[in-house]
Nanobody, 125 residues
Framework: VQLQASGGGLVQAGGSLRLSCAAS????????MGWFRQAPGKEREFVAV????????NYADSVKGRFTISRDNAKNTVYLQMNSLKPEDMAVYYC???????????????????WGQGTLVTVSS
């Protein structure tokens, strides 16, 4: 599956952005979908994950209550709604697909087989 992330940009602290990740190539609904982020000089870290039908999700503690992951299988797209953005949320955000989740909402990068190219989120203080 090919993934294309978009929606990043410059926003003031306290503002909102919605990221999108469009999938193509294989049956999108077969995959659990995750969002990760990587700030300069830091390792890529887990942000959120959602099951194939959107019935379950999980978030990093740092974004709980502020970010919401969702998906529209009819549009082959997963979203990340980001509210109350903080300067520490600034990073390149990546979407990823987990082909064999086995019912587990995975949070580590090496468990995702497919990755998008990333979209930059800049938060000014």
């Amino acid at each position: 599956v090919q993934l294309q992330a978009s929606g990043g940009g410059l926003v003031q602290a306290g503002g909102s952005l919605r990221l999108s990740c469009a999938a193509s190539g294989r049956t999108f609904s077969n995959y659990y979908m995750g969002w990760f982020r990587q700030a300069p000089g830091k390792e890529r870290e887990f942000v959120a994950v959602i099951t194939w039908n959107g019935g379950r999700n999980n978030y990093a503690d740092s974004v709980k209550g502020r970010f919401t992951i969702s998906r529209d299988n009819a549009k082959n797209t997963v979203y990340l709604q980001m509210n109350s953005l903080k300067p520490e949320d600034m990073a390149v955000y990546y979407c990823a697909a987990d082909r064999n989740p086995g019912g587990v909402l995975r949070t580590t990068t090496n468990e995702y087989e497919y990755w998008g190219q990333g979209t930059l989120v800049t938060v000014s203080s």
